[in-house]
């Protein structure tokens, strides 16, 4: 498949900790972006890391890129109830965005 | 700006009837995308276009669906005849000048074909 993968597939954590997820792929990009979905909602952008960029960071965000490995991660740390939702990575060329299968992340009170 | 906006937001329909869906992208981009999501095959490229000019079609699942942009503020995707299995949430996308570059995503349209 050339999806990024998302690993895990589910997470459950308790507020205030820290949520790490994963995406792997296959093929080259020119980027690789994650995406945010509430449910029951459309897909909202959270930020996007280039191919020739290591590590970004958006407030409570931090993704890194290891092109070598073909991964990337999304940190969201303190985490907090509002962030319950799928997160989703997709891998960017200049003819498609490729999405992944998705993490649900779970955040109790 | 008000985003990218989808009609309807629910639809329920019989087998074998003609479903329209439709989607108004954000002013001044020039690439859209029709998705589908289900549990089972996750969200799916469909089709998308350029300055209105279908680019890529080979998600679209078979004849019974097609799409149209007439214009760039206006696109469609219908189903004829539609089936159960259609059921699914249709979301509209579009980017500003590359397909690979962020896309905003219409709030979808929750189809249930019974």
């Known amino acids: 498949s050339q999806q990024g993968e998302e690993d895990p597939q589910a997470l459950s954590i308790q507020e205030g900790e820290n949520a790490t997820m994963n995406c792997s792929y296959k093929t080259s990009i020119n980027n690789l972006q994650w995406y945010r979905q509430n449910s029951g909602r459309g897909l909202v952008h959270l930020i996007l890391?280039?191919?020739?960029?290591r590590e970004k960071h958006s407030g409570r965000l931090r993704v890194t890129l290891d092109t070598s490995k073909k991964s990337s991660s999304l940190l969201i740390t303190a985490s907090r109830a509002a962030d319950t939702a799928s997160y989703f990575c997709?891998?960017?060329?200049?003819?498609?965005?490729?999405f992944g299968t998705g993490t649900r992340l779970q955040v109790t009170l | 700006d008000a985003g990218v906006i989808q009609s309807p937001r629910h639809e329920v329909t019989e087998m074998g009837q003609e479903v329209t869906l439709r989607c108004k992208p954000i002013?001044?981009?020039?690439?859209l995308f029709w998705y589908r999501q289900t549990m089972m095959r996750g969200l799916e490229l469909l089709i998308y276009f350029n300055n209105n000019v279908p680019i890529d079609d080979s998600g679209m699942p078979e004849d019974r669906f097609s799409a149209k942009m007439p214009n760039a503020s206006f696109s469609t995707l219908k189903i004829q005849p539609s089936e159960p299995r259609d059921s699914a949430v249709y979301f509209c996308?579009?980017?500003?000048?590359?397909?690979?570059?962020?896309?905003?995503f219409g709030p979808g349209t929750r189809l249930t074909v019974l």
């Open positions: 890391i280039r191919s020739n960029e």
């Open positions: 997709a891998r960017g060329t200049a003819s498609k965005l490729t």
């Open positions: 996308a579009s980017s500003l000048l590359l397909a690979g570059d962020t896309q905003y």
């Open positions: 002013s001044g981009h020039d690439y």
